[in-house]
């Protein structure tokens, strides 16, 4: 259970996604994070997400002990023998009702050498369930996360096979491919919860690319291998065809603007003339644009959605709707 600006009572993944827009890296992981860190201790947090990207030559196979940050807690934790991460994402939720503030995403980010441990970086904070960038950090490359608790489907707690399928909200993250060395080839990606301290130690068995069904938590971190389990544990994003299609039937085209000099547009097709309908909704489910579209033409035309500045960073959900058909697709926008 979960909504969209508190924390839910459990965490999962259940499914990801990712494409390469306009020299930025975009992921989404549905499912659901517990955000409540344990109010008897303010230094620990719960629920970590981990994001380990494999990029470019190098990186560690196995994490090394000397890495910094919070990511010295999956030390020793070894990934598939053709997985070897370069580059770290890890967010963890702070704040919620016992200490008094909005649950927040609190994230780090770092290289992963092969020769010596990971320095990592703290890029700031972002309020859950609204558009809040990260602040309180250094965040050079401007990369960028958000996170929609509401989901209440997916899979039940234990290791039951049962299937997350469908969820449609979660994490996500932009991450500016400057900041991962500029692949020009297949980004392989391995996302996992790890189990909070007052929780649950060590690696849980939510993970992306999936365990084989049925699997319950691997355990220390020390303990597990990923290559001796059955199936990948990571995924793999193309950005030679990990494009974003037009989506059927009305053929929704998004073409963001990431430069905050220019405005959003979109690129609309509609199959035929009959009335429809824009709106942007933000990740806390509100609505906060609504363009009537009563004149157009039946084809393809850019639509000025809004101008410039006039939306802060953050995710957000277009809709289109002509009739009793309806598409939607995800923008973000960076400042």
């Not at 980010?109 to 250094?138: C, D, H, I, K």
């Not at 509100?286 to 157009?296: A, D």
Request: hydrophobic share 40%; proline share 8%; charged share 15%.
């Amino acid at each position: 259970m979960g909504a969209a600006g508190g924390s839910s009572s459990g965490w999962e993944l259940d499914e990801a996604y990712g494409f390469v827009s306009n020299g930025v890296l975009y992921l989404m992981l549905t499912g659901n994070m517990l955000l409540q860190p344990d109010p008897r201790d303010p230094s620990t947090w719960s629920s970590p997400i981990h994001v380990f990207i494999d990029s470019q030559a190098g990186g560690q196979n196995t994490l090394r002990s000397d890495n910094r940050g919070f990511l010295t807690d999956l030390s020793g934790l070894t990934f598939d023998t053709n997985f070897t991460p370069d580059h770290w994402l890890g967010c963890y939720g702070t704040g919620g009702p016992d200490f008094g503030t909005p649950y927040s995403l609190s994230t780090q980010f770092g290289e992963l050498p092969s020769n010596a441990g990971a320095t990592t970086t703290y890029l700031g904070s972002a309020q859950v369930g609204g558009q809040f960038p990260l602040s309180g950090g250094s965040n050079p490359f401007g990369i960028m996360v958000a996170l929609d608790d509401s989901n209440t489907g997916g899979v039940s707690r234990g290791c039951g096979a049962g299937s997350g399928a469908g969820i449609t909200t979660g994490f996500e993250c932009a991450i500016p491919l400057a900041a991962i060395g500029n692949p020009g080839g297949p980004i392989k990606v391995c996302a996992l919860y790890e189990g909070a301290a007052f929780f649950q130690a060590g690696v849980s068995n939510q993970v992306l690319g999936p365990l084989p069904p049925g699997t319950c938590a691997p355990g220390a971190p020390s303990s597990v291998n990923f290559g001796t389990i059955t199936g990948d544990q990571f995924f793999v994003v193309n950005p030679a065809t990990d494009a974003v299609p037009p989506l059927a039937p009305l053929g929704l085209w998004l073409a963001p603007r990431l430069n905050p000099a220019e405005a959003v547009t979109v690129r609309v097709t509609l199959p035929k003339i009959a009335a429809a309908r824009l709106e942007v909704i933000d990740i806390g489910g509100r609505r906060v644009l609504e363009r009537p579209l009563e004149n157009e033409a039946a084809g393809t035309e850019a639509i000025e959605l809004a101008r410039s500045g006039q939306l802060p960073a953050g995710v957000y959900i277009v809709r289109l709707t002509q009739g009793t058909n309806t598409v939607t697709a995800r923008v973000v926008i960076r400042r």
